[in-house]
């Protein structure tokens, strides 16, 4: 398992190339998930966190997700600092025997990524700086995933 947080740009397929390395014989699913910052009104996203402590939350959701969804395998990355419209700001891959377990892993990181983990979102946009909170819908998706709880 792999959780890296950055600042730099990073490319999902590569990400999911060395992911995948050489291939796995005791896998059957790859499923892969890369959030991507939306442009229109949004100049830029800033991400911020707390470094060590971010890293140690999202490994201990993501511990629980790998054990009930019997992973094989999983790698999280995560920008911070500003990103630009259209660069990634997320990557989740999770390795499964079966591709339920590696869909149901990668939709229940998500969903914690979205609402609950440690970063502090802002946007920035042509009026001006606007905080990002997570969406009751947001909430609700987060709430039917036990492992995340």
Do not use: N
């Not at 796995?24 to 996203?45: I, Y």
């Not at 019997?70 to 600092?81: A, E, Q």
């Amino acid at each position: 398992m792999q959780i890296r947080i950055t600042p730099d740009r990073f490319a999902p397929e590569q990400e999911l190339a060395m992911f995948l390395g050489d291939g796995r014989e005791d896998a059957g699913a790859c499923a892969t998930f890369t959030g991507l910052c939306r442009g229109g009104a949004v100049r830029w996203l800033e991400l911020e966190h707390y470094p060590g402590f971010t890293e140690a939350r999202i490994a201990a959701i993501a511990e629980r997700v790998a054990e009930a969804r019997k992973l094989l395998d999983l790698r999280i990355v995560h920008r911070t600092g500003r990103i630009a419209p259209g660069e990634a700001i997320v990557f989740v891959a999770a390795l499964a025997p079966h591709r339920s377990e590696a869909f149901a892993a990668v939709e229940a990181l998500m969903d914690y990524l979205k609402t609950d983990a440690p970063f502090w979102k802002r946007e920035m946009r042509e009026t001006g700086a606007a905080w990002i909170e997570p969406t009751a819908q947001d909430i609700t998706r987060r709430a039917r995933h036990k492992e995340t709880r």
